[in-house]
């Protein structure tokens, strides 16, 4: 018998241990009981309210449809599909090259309705997203020299459908969506439509898909993680072959949660692999212009060994970090490896590199920052694009580039940290009216 509760001398409990194994239960317990939730757009930033801004005003009528196409890259192996062609969970060491057609809404659907849900806080108007059809055009080996490769006739036809669409949109740019975990290729593909279309639909978006699971056991195994550190190099090569075959300006790129792993990566390989040349030198080659690691799932050490060569590639470096996503804390505690990117624990650490070796060009969005003026919390793992506050800051950061300060956010007490103040909206629509005249 064992008194007090007390557990026996043979069997020592760890309570870390325990709190891992619990939460590995919970985690399991609701991927298994949860059900496959449709994809639906997401509610409308809150800079597009009251009518200050209508990002669509300067849209074509041909452009004012419901459907819209997106390029994609690929790693994923292809496959069959009752819907037609798609690509499943199989790493490949090929770059699949192609074009996908994304409906937002159902085929009921017209684009007053898709305006309406665009630029209003009714959450009775949020809209199904479908992938209508998948086309693949060229395929491209992982891992060659991009620029010096010479291109299959399918190869060059993809670049010149980009350079297409360069050429008759608003900002001659392409958006690089990367991923998180537990997503397919249909999330990966409707999800940089959407973002596209918020973005007042001019530039090119471009979804990089690499071979998760659609299971979160998957990356707390780390099989995942092991596969978002062999996709680097498929996203390297495909930056490469962006800069040296399309007609871009700039080429942004976002990276979501466990998509900061092949980023980070891809970007410290490829300044790697011109360590000879200088910052300023590379940055005119890839034109790599603004770089967001929104809720960054990789380990802080990890990021910080690879943040000086982001830096040196790109134009400007936004992370975003939260006191309250069940996400990354739970990532944090279950596999290990300490404080991740995107949480506020790491948030000081990134300061002090920022500091320390003097960089100008990194900005660290706080969005947990201000909560008790605001009243609420900014909390869970998609706020990126979920709460209206913060994807208007994303809207707005990728369509102008503009510094913080210019962007309607509020400066911390701390070097390079900035927040959203409880008047934020109001912020966000002045800066709008002084830097856009309303109009993008």
């Not at 060659?144 to 010479?150: H, I, K, L, N, Q």
């Not at 900061?260 to 005119?284: F, H, I």
């Not at 790599?288 to 943040?307: C, M, P, S, W």
């Amino acid at each position: 018998m064992h008194l007090q509760g007390k557990p026996p001398s043979h069997c020592p409990v760890n309570a870390d241990w325990l709190k891992r194994a619990w939460l590995c239960c919970m985690l399991l317990l609701m991927t298994a009981c949860a059900a496959p939730q449709p994809l639906m757009l997401m509610p409308a930033p809150v800079l597009y309210r009251d009518g200050l801004v209508d990002p669509f005003a300067h849209l074509l009528p041909a452009r004012r449809i419901p459907r819209m196409s997106i390029f994609y890259a690929t790693n994923r192996g292809p496959e069959i599909t009752e819907q037609g062609l798609s690509y499943g969970n199989d790493i490949t060491q090929r770059l699949h090259l192609g074009q996908a057609v994304v409906q937002l809404g159902d085929e009921n659907t017209q684009w007053n309705d898709l305006y309406e849900a665009s630029i209003t806080d009714q959450t009775g108007l949020l809209l199904p997203l479908k992938l209508h059809s998948v086309a693949q055009q060229a395929r491209f080996p992982v891992g060659m020299a991009a620029p010096s490769a010479e291109l299959t006739d399918e190869a060059q036809a993809y670049f010149a459908a980009i350079n297409a669409e360069l050429a008759e949109a608003q900002d001659r740019e392409i958006l690089v969506y990367v991923h998180g975990t537990k997503v397919d290729f249909l999330n990966s593909a409707t999800l940089t439509a959407e973002i596209d279309h918020f973005s007042g639909r001019d530039y090119v978006g471009l979804a990089f898909a690499w071979p998760s699971h659609q299971n979160i056991f998957r990356y707390l195994i780390r099989e995942d993680v092991h596969r978002a550190q062999a996709s680097s190099d498929a996203l390297a090569t495909l930056l490469e072959l962006l800069a040296e075959h399309t007609d871009t300006q700039r080429i942004n790129v976002l990276a979501y949660s466990a998509g900061a792993r092949v980023t980070s990566k891809a970007l410290d390989q490829l300044r790697t692999k011109y360590s000879d040349e200088s910052a300023y030198r590379l940055k005119s080659r890839l034109r790599i212009g603004t770089v967001i690691f929104a809720a960054a799932d990789v380990e802080l050490e990890t990021f910080l060994d690879r943040l000086g060569s982001i830096s040196d590639l790109s134009e400007q470096v936004v992370i975003t970090v939260s006191d309250d996503d069940n996400a990354l804390i739970a990532a944090r505690h279950y596999m290990g490896g300490g404080s991740r990117t995107g949480e506020e624990l790491a948030e000081s650490a990134e300061e002090f590199f920022i500091h320390e070796h003097q960089i100008t060009n990194i900005e660290i969005i706080d969005v947990s920052a201000g909560k008790l003026a605001r009243g609420f919390d900014i909390s869970g793992h998609h706020y990126w694009y979920r709460h209206p506050w913060i994807s208007s800051d994303m809207v707005f950061l990728l369509r102008t580039g503009l510094r913080p300060d210019r962007r309607g956010l509020a400066f911390s007490e701390l070097e390079g940290i900035w927040y959203l103040s409880d008047d934020y909206p109001e912020q966000v629509q002045r800066a709008a009216k002084k830097e856009m005249r309303g109009s993008w």
